[in-house]
């Protein structure tokens, strides 16, 4: 079974521009959660999606929003973007409907804000 | 408000054993799980307890007592793969907001 996938894997943005991601779960999995990564905060959680309702959300700004489609596809856009958005993107994907923690990492994609 | 605490960093030396402590502080509690995320890779998924005691996995084991609001992750044999970082993460709900919420993350540096 194929793993979770992240486009791109690394992406180079000047502040104010916009961007999306984009994370593809593992077939089956009907859950995608964004993580944003950096190493003095750690992994912050953004938002979970499940049946491309969005069910919790972090606390992020409004810059930061997502969504997912029907094939569970996720993506995740930040607009205005400032040079503290530099992170490791990671989405993750679950089954769903578990209170068991148990979460699919993909590679991530690391964003450079200039 | 919500948080986790684990060391920033450990030390062990090969073939040894070592102890990752976490302990949380959450409105809800959901059960306690650990990621492993070598350098410039995915968190994977090591265990889970939702209930009191030891879950044993291999070389890994992982604790919770929730009377505490505390776990540790234990890693025996150590082996030189094993440097890492570890994150211990527990769901929480608050206000019908359900989340995952991850400590910083403990750097494992292996001594040979």
């Known amino acids: 079974k194929a793993g979770v996938t992240q486009t791109p894997r690394y992406l180079i943005k000047t502040r104010g521009q916009q961007v999306t991601l984009s994370c593809s779960p593992i077939?089956?999995?009907?859950?995608v959660s964004w993580y944003q990564q950096t190493p003095g905060q750690g992994l912050q959680f953004l938002f979970e999606?499940?049946?491309?309702?969005?069910?919790n959300k972090g606390n992020f700004p409004g810059r930061f929003s997502g969504r997912q489609f029907s094939n569970s596809r996720s993506e995740m856009n930040v607009s205005t973007l400032e040079l503290g958005d530099s992170a490791l993107y990671l989405c993750a994907s679950s089954l769903g409907g578990t209170v068991k923690n148990e979460q699919y990492f993909g590679p991530g994609t690391r964003l450079t804000v200039t | 408000g919500q948080s986790l605490e684990q060391p920033s960093e450990v030390t062990a030396v090969e073939g040894a054993i070592v102890q990752i402590n976490c302990t949380y502080q959450t409105s809800g509690f959901y059960g306690l799980s650990w990621y492993q995320q070598h350098d410039g890779g995915a968190p994977t998924f090591l265990s889970y307890n939702a209930l009191d005691g030891l879950e044993e996995t291999g070389r890994f084991s992982s604790f919770l007592s929730r009377s505490d609001s505390y776990g540790y992750l234990l890693l025996q044999e150590l082996q030189m793969k094993d440097s890492a970082s570890y994150f211990c993460a527990v769901r929480d709900t608050v206000n019908r907001d359900d989340k995952i919420i991850f400590g910083k993350g403990t750097r494992l540096h292996i001594l040979p």
């Open positions: 077939s089956g999995h009907r859950s």
């Open positions: 999606y499940f049946s491309e309702t969005q069910r």
